[in-house]
């Protein structure tokens, strides 16, 4: 795979899994150079679009939301608006806690947490990431987010929400595949049913989804015109817009 955005491999060791974000069993975390280039490619589809930054994001299949709250804390500058959703409610308190580092208080709280780590263990790795969430505390002057919100839902299925967002501009994903996370969906379908419904939160022509698998699956749907197909190492993604009548 050729980068357009991210052609510098940089360290992002301050965004590491476990270090200033959080992580538990059953959450996976994201390639970061990844996750900012498939970002940055919305972005720029967006913008030749027209439409103008700041956007508003969803990720109906969040876990823990390592891939949205590194998107946040990389190009906050360019997200008006933060959705989190997961059939698997275990979770959803790792991603809150997560998404709580976009604001100036999670992160404060972050770091009070690791000084507490340091006075009781005193060990390096702690006092790393009290360095790291200090570095991230600085980036925070850029963010434009004014929403957050993380609530339940099984995207393969229709039913209603109060919180589902409608009309946003970015739906991005990283499919259940692997061994930690699979599919925990009734459908015998799941994919199908997952292109279906997210269908149904992008705002036309100002939207872009952003579907990031496994090799195995097929990324295609009749609602949906695909614009890029990329592969990278073990995974591949591709980026659509919604077919709208």
Not at 154 to 183: C, K, M, R
Not at 202 to 227: G, N, P, T, W
Request: aromatic residues 8%; charged residues 20%.
């Amino acid at each position: 795979m050729i980068y357009r955005y991210e052609t510098v491999q940089k360290n992002y060791e301050d965004l590491a899994s476990g270090r200033v974000l959080y992580n538990a069993h059953g959450t996976t975390s994201f390639p970061v150079r990844l996750a900012s280039e498939i970002l940055q490619r919305c972005f720029g589809i967006l913008e030749s679009k027209g439409v103008k930054a700041p956007y508003s994001i969803y990720d109906p299949c969040c876990g823990g939301a390592y891939l949205l709250t590194t998107a946040g804390l990389l190009h906050g500058d360019k997200l008006s608006s933060v959705y989190a959703s997961d059939i698997n409610s275990d979770v959803l308190q790792i991603a809150e806690q997560n998404l709580s580092l976009l604001s100036a208080g999670g992160l404060h709280q972050r770091k009070e947490q690791i000084k507490e780590y340091i006075r009781l263990y005193d060990k390096a790795s702690h006092k790393e990431a009290l360095i790291s969430a200090d570095k991230l505390s600085g980036n925070l002057s850029l963010t434009s987010i004014g929403k957050v919100s993380v609530f339940p839902h099984d995207i393969t299925n229709a039913s209603p929400g109060s919180e589902l967002p409608h009309a946003v501009n970015i739906v991005i994903t990283d499919l259940p595949y692997g061994d930690i996370v699979t599919w925990k969906s009734e459908s015998e379908n799941p994919l199908t049913e997952f292109f279906e419904h997210v269908y149904e939160h992008l705002a036309a022509a100002q939207s872009v989804l952003a579907v990031i698998a496994d090799k195995k699956q097929k990324l295609q749907h009749e609602k949906f015109k695909r614009i890029d197909l990329s592969k990278a190492g073990k995974r591949q993604f591709a980026i659509f817009e919604p077919i709208k009548s």
